[in-house]
């Protein structure tokens, strides 16, 4: 399997496209004014306790207040609070925490008005960046993440990955890490750190603790709100957390970018520094890659698949529902049931891949094809779990319901990507209709289901807008050559001037319109 990472840069924003096989798989954006990326630590100032929401609204410097509820605060609150003001006040110089004494943890049942009040100083860390109408949500509960651990200040708490299955793998994870952990920290071992040696281990935890001096020399100065430490760039982020030895290329447009990438690489994986390169062509990088293509055909109301099959996605305030099917797909080997279960597993791979381009969150309820056997249903569900292991949001999928329907909740931590497919029409009516660029691949499927019927012994003419049949016929591969070689059958390509642009016809040789 291989995996690129492909960065283009603009002057307001750089787009980070995931590529698995060639094939596009996760899309990110990283504008410059994004304020509020997920993972950044803020020193802020409590606005207002709210005792019926047992939350607090805190002033972060965004247009809405932030939102912290109770159980966000963290059991360690009354020590994370003594230990802002004594390092705000100049008494404490020592961030190490080993002589720090610690406060008894909050009651988890507790009441917000007992732990925090109105114009108090608080570290908060941003968990979910603004949404629509709503404020960052954020927590009090600290985490600083590296390559393979992630460090909890004011804990001493040792856990590992639940996708590490080995019980010896992780006993000798936790055993290694307690070696190493200084006092007052606690450590989340991620999965990434699998077979990892202690000096590793001790490497990336060292950087962590370099992370949290910086930040806590910070915090004496700095104006409320303001940031303390800032999350990675997407980029580093990116690559710190899907990172591995499957990936064979990170092609970067940008020369500032490419170096700071470059001793990302250098500084996580050495051996797989040649790996990033700097794209230099007259060709945007996206299109020399194919993402331009298939951004069109994959976002949109519709998702195409292969041999005819496609999925509506349709958005509503609560919840995103998926809807199957199966289109004229025929195949007379397989009955009914066979059939239902072949394009319910290809539209399960499709969705893993959808939930993850778009990074969909909330509720998402697919209405599969509905199939028979119970057999079929459990595989199915098995199919789309396995598919789905590979993305780092938190989700949940419930076996089929009675009526054929899985429900699955996915964390939202980010405004969806949401990317407008249709363009204006240019016939010039003032309606919109879907990307031309989508124009070849539905003649290709249309042509595909034409040789395997009754016309391929009959000859086959294609009817067109002259400047898309220019298109086809130009330059050595064009792509009527290549439907010969691929199907060995010549289409023959007819001009017409009184097509739209996007209007074509396949017809027999005795002119009689056949789709």
């Not at 909890?152 to 936790?174: G, N």
């Not at 590793?200 to 806590?216: G, I």
Request: proline share 4%; net charge positive.
């Amino acid at each position: 399997m291989n995996r690129e990472l492909i960065v283009r840069s603009s002057s307001n924003a750089v787009d980070f496209a995931l590529l698995k096989d060639g094939k596009l798989t996760e899309l990110h954006k990283e504008e410059d004014s994004n304020d509020f990326a997920v993972g950044d630590i803020l020193i802020a100032k409590v606005r207002k306790p709210v005792t019926g929401l047992n939350a607090a609204f805190v002033n972060v410097g965004y247009e809405k207040d932030a939102f912290l509820h109770y159980h966000d605060l963290g059991p360690q609150l009354a020590s994370m609070l003594k230990f802002i003001k004594k390092v705000s006040t100049g008494k404490l110089k020592d961030y190490s925490l080993s002589n720090f004494q610690f406060e008894e943890d909050i009651d988890k049942n507790g009441s917000i008005n007992d732990v925090i009040k109105a114009n108090q100083s608080l570290l908060v860390q941003i968990v979910k960046e603004p949404i629509s109408t709503k404020g960052p949500r954020i927590s009090s509960e600290l985490s600083i993440a590296g390559r393979y651990l992630v460090m909890v200040p004011f804990s001493d708490r040792v856990s590992v990955s639940q996708k590490i299955e080995s019980k010896e793998e992780k006993d000798r994870l936790k055993r290694l890490v307690r070696s190493i952990k200084p006092k007052g920290f606690g450590v989340i071992i991620r999965t990434v750190a699998e077979g990892k040696k202690v000096a590793e281990l001790d490497k990336d935890l060292q950087n962590l603790l370099n992370k949290w001096s910086v930040m806590c020399n910070k915090i004496q100065k700095a104006p409320h709100p303001s940031k303390v430490l800032v999350e990675l760039t997407r980029a580093s982020s990116i690559l710190r957390d899907v990172f591995n030895d499957s990936f064979t290329g990170i092609h970067v447009d940008d020369e500032t970018l490419f170096e700071q990438v470059k001793d990302y690489v250098h500084e996580i994986a050495p051996e797989k520094e040649s790996i990033v390169k700097l794209y230099n062509s007259n060709v945007p990088i996206f299109e020399k890659f194919g993402i331009e293509r298939q951004i069109k055909t994959s976002f949109g109301r519709t998702a195409s698949m292969s041999k005819g099959a496609y999925l509506i996605i349709e958005h509503t305030e609560a919840l995103h529902v998926i809807d199957v099917n199966s289109g004229n797909r025929s195949n007379k080997a397989k009955n009914q049931e066979d059939t239902a279960l072949e394009v319910n597993l290809l539209a399960a791979s499709e969705i893993a891949r959808q939930l993850r381009l778009r990074d969909m969150g909330g509720i998402i309820v697919v209405d599969f094809i509905d199939m028979g056997k119970g057999e079929h249903r459990r595989r199915l569900f098995d199919h789309l779990r396995d598919e789905m292991k590979d993305d780092r949001a938190k989700h949940k999928i419930l076996p089929p319901s009675k009526f054929g329907l899985i429900q699955i909740t996915r964390q939202r931590v980010r405004p969806e990507m949401n990317i407008k497919t249709s363009e204006e029409n240019p016939n010039g009516s003032g309606q919109e209709v879907e990307a031309p660029i989508v124009l070849i691949d539905k003649i290709n499927a249309d042509l595909e289901k034409l040789l395997k019927g009754p016309a391929k012994d009959n000859g086959i003419i294609l009817n067109i807008h002259p400047f898309i049949a220019a298109y086809l016929t130009k330059g050595f591969p064009s792509i009527r050559s290549k439907w010969f070689l691929e199907h060995k059958r010549w289409v023959k390509i007819q001009p017409r001037d009184a097509y739209t642009y996007l209007e074509y016809r396949f017809k027999n040789k005795d002119g009689k319109t056949i789709y």
